[in-house]
């Protein structure tokens, strides 16, 4: 019998319309809306379906927007397939998808999680705008050479450094806008097979991002967690945890760690995990897991 995981995608699998078809199909979907529409204070349904995309690319509106629509499309599989999730027997979640992880986990209630989406998103973008900063993806180099790339163009004072460790040959650099627009350019004429600059606030995963973190522990201390009722894989470390303690203060400590998805992936294979859901909007997860073991049977819940 299969082993599954589910995983939910990170800020970046925004995109306008969202959730809509169901929306439109289902009483439920348009119960999380409504019910996430009087927990922030505005129509999240309505920018998720209607834009403007610039509105919904912001880091205040877009995480909110993938933790609801991920949790809906999470509901919708519960009512068609309603064996493969209570069989479900481990998650992760990219960056942000660790709270809707935890959502589907048990450790976090909607409403909780919501809250703090909503503050994490605010505060990583006051964060942002104190320095200018921003994230680089460089496609087809090693570790090593893009170690040496943010070496050589870290002047004194700032801040240029490996974020997101996605899968082999996509890796994330992180830092001051100056200095990720030169490491582009050296990583090109090393022979990058290419680099994109990507459409986020600021230099997440990052130091410049501790303002985020004195802001949003305050919330983070007000809410309850509960131990988890699966195995839960943290972007920090790459390991399991199930201490309510310990997961707050992973996610505080991942405001500012890099994203290790790769190393959590293996680790899940290694556990003998052999199914894969990419519960939420977009692609990304399963396209890592592709390049991580193309032999692993990778799934997404929204198609």
Not at 227 to 238: G, H, I, T, Y
Request: glycine share 8%; net charge negative; aromatic share 6%.
């Amino acid at each position: 019998m299969s082993k599954s995981a589910f995983l939910f995608p990170g800020q970046g699998a925004q995109a306008v319309g969202m959730g809509k078809a169901l929306y439109e199909s289902s009483v439920q979907a348009k119960a999380f809306y409504d019910n996430a529409n009087d927990v922030l204070g505005y129509d999240l349904a309505e920018l998720c379906f209607s834009g403007p995309a610039d509105k919904l690319d912001s880091t205040v509106y877009s995480q909110p927007a993938l933790f609801v629509t991920s949790l809906v499309a999470l509901s919708e599989l519960k009512s068609k397939s309603s064996e493969l999730v209570s069989n479900c027997a481990a998650t992760a979640g990219l960056s942000l998808g660790e709270y809707t992880s935890l959502v589907f986990s048990g450790a976090l209630s909607f409403e909780d999680g919501l809250r703090l989406v909503q503050k994490r998103g605010e505060a990583m973008q006051a964060a942002a705008d104190l320095e200018p900063s921003g994230m680089v993806s460089i496609l087809g180099m090693d570790p090593d050479a893009i170690q040496e790339i943010c070496d050589a163009n870290r002047a004194e004072g700032t801040v240029l450094q490996m974020a997101n460790f996605l899968c082999p040959g996509n890796i994330v650099i992180s830092g001051h806008v100056d200095q990720c627009q030169d490491a582009a350019e050296a990583a090109n004429q090393a022979g990058a097979m290419k680099t994109i600059p990507l459409a986020v606030a600021g230099a997440f995963h990052t130091s410049l991002m501790q303002p985020a973190v004195d802001a949003l522990s305050h919330a983070l201390a007000e809410v309850s967690f509960k131990k988890p009722e699966m195995l839960f894989v943290s972007n920090v470390d790459a390991a399991p945890h199930d201490d309510p303690e310990e997961i707050r203060d992973l996610l505080l400590r991942q405001i500012c760690s890099p994203v290790q998805w790769e190393s959590s992936m293996r680790y899940l294979l290694d556990q003998g995990f052999d199914e894969f859901h990419e519960v939420g909007p977009g692609r990304v997860l399963r396209g890592a897991m592709k390049r991580i073991n193309r032999k692993v049977a990778c799934f997404g819940a929204m198609e």
